[in-house]
C-alpha cells in the first residue's frame, strides 16, 4: 500500500510539472494582458505620451464611451450580426452534417469539398467575394444584368451591405460547424436508431429524439467557439465597407481599431475592449444554456 501511494505521489508530481510550463505561458499570455487593459481602462493612457503619464480617471472612459453614438450603433451590429450568423451556421451545419452522414457513398468528398471555405484565409475570402460582387465589373451583377433583374452596388448600399457580410461569414464558417458535429454524429450508437425505428420513429424523428439531444454537448462547444470568434469580426468589415455606409456594417472591433490602435487613446480602447469582453461572457453563456438544455 505504502509502494502503491508512492508512485501514485511520483505520478501526480510528474503530471504537475509537466504542466506547469504550459500554465505560466498561458498565464503571461492570457491574464497579463488582460489585467492591463482593465487597468489602462481607467486611466488616460496615450501611446505617445507614454504610461508613467497616464492619469487615473475612473469610470470616465466607460462613460465616454458608451455615450458614443458610433460605439452604440458599432455594439448594436456585433450584437445583431452574432446573433444572426451563429443561428444559421449552427443550423446549416448541423443540416449538412445530417446529410452528409446519411449517405451511401461518396462521404469522404463531400467532407473535403465542404470543408474548402474555412481552410480558406478571412482576407482571402473578402478580397474574393469584393471581385464577385463588384458593381461595375463582378460576376453576380453581369449575371443578373444578363437575366434582366436590378443590380446593386452590394457593399456600399446600406440595404445590402450589413446582409452581404452575413451571408460571406456564413459560407465560410458553416464548415466548422459541420466538422465538429459531424465527428460527434459517427459516436453516436447505432443501437439508438435501430431501437428509434423499431419504435416506430421516422426519418426527422430519429434525429430528433436520437442525433440532436446526442449532440448537446458538442452544439454547446459549438455555439461558444463560434460566438468568441464572431464578435471579433474584423477582416471582412475592414475590406469590404470600412464601417460604411453609414455605420451600417461598423462592429466593435472596428471602432477599437480607428480609436484605440490608429488614434494611440490606449485607455480609451481598452475600455471598449472591456465591454466586448463582458459582451462576448454574457452571449457565450446564453448560447451554452440554450444548446445543453
Known amino acids: ?44 493612457y496615450n501611446y505617445l505620451q507614454g504610461a508613467d503619464r497616464a492619469k487615473f480617471i475612473a ?9 458614443n453614438n458610433y460605439f452604440r450603433r458599432a455594439m448594436w451590429n456585433t450584437i445583431r450580426f452574432t446573433v444572426l450568423a451563429v443561428f444559421f451556421e449552427m443550423l446549416f451545419g448541423l443540416l449538412l452534417a445530417i446529410f452528409i452522414k446519411s449517405l451511401r457513398w461518396g462521404q469522404k ?18 478580397l474574393s467575394f469584393r471581385m464577385m460582387l463588384s458593381q461595375n465589373y463582378g460576376i453576380v451583377n453581369q449575371v443578373l444584368t444578363a437575366m434582366h433583374l436590378p443590380v446593386y452596388n452590394w457593399f456600399m448600399d446600406k440595404h445590402t451591405a450589413f446582409n452581404s457580410i452575413l ?5 465560410q464558417n458553416v464548415p466548422f460547424v459541420f466538422l465538429l458535429l459531424y465527428a460527434s454524429m459517427l459516436s453516436i450508437p ?5 431501437a428509434a425505428m423499431v419504435d416506430g420513429a421516422g ?8 442525433t440532436i439531444p446526442n449532440l448537446g454537448p458538442s452544439l454547446a462547444l459549438c455555439a461558444m467557439l463560434r460566438v468568441i470568434d464572431t464578435f471579433r469580426l474584423f477582416e471582412k468589415v475592414n475590406i469590404l465597407t470600412g464601417g460604411g455606409p453609414a455605420g451600417t456594417t461598423s462592429t466593435i472591433t472596428q471602432f477599437l481599431y480607428n480609436n ?18 463582458i459582451l462576448v461572457l454574457i452571449f457565450s453563456s446564453i448560447y451554452v444554456k440554450k444548446a445543453v438544455s
Request: proline fraction near 4%; hydrophobic fraction near 50%.
Open 260 to 277: 484605440g490602435i490608429k488614434s494611440l487613446k490606449f485607455g480609451y480602447g481598452s475600455a471598449g475592449a472591456i465591454i466586448m469582453t
Open 109 to 126: 468528398i463531400m467532407r473535403t469539398l465542404v470543408l474548402l471555405p474555412y481552410l480558406l484565409p478571412a482576407v482571402t475570402v473578402a
Open 167 to 171: 451571408l460571406i461569414d456564413i459560407w
Open 190 to 194: 447505432k443501437d439508438q436508431y435501430e
Open 203 to 210: 426519418w426527422i424523428r430519429q434525429h430528433f429524439y436520437v
Open 59 to 67: 469610470l470616465d472612459n466607460y462613460v465616454k464611451i458608451l455615450k
Open 1 to 44: 500500500m505504502a509502494s502503491t501511494q508512492r508512485k501514485k505521489t511520483a505520478a501526480h508530481g510528474f503530471a504537475l510539472k509537466m504542466i506547469t510550463p504550459t500554465v505560466v505561458i498561458l498565464a503571461v499570455l492570457t491574464l497579463y494582458p488582460l489585467i492591463f487593459t482593465l487597468i489602462y481602462s481607467f486611466t488616460n
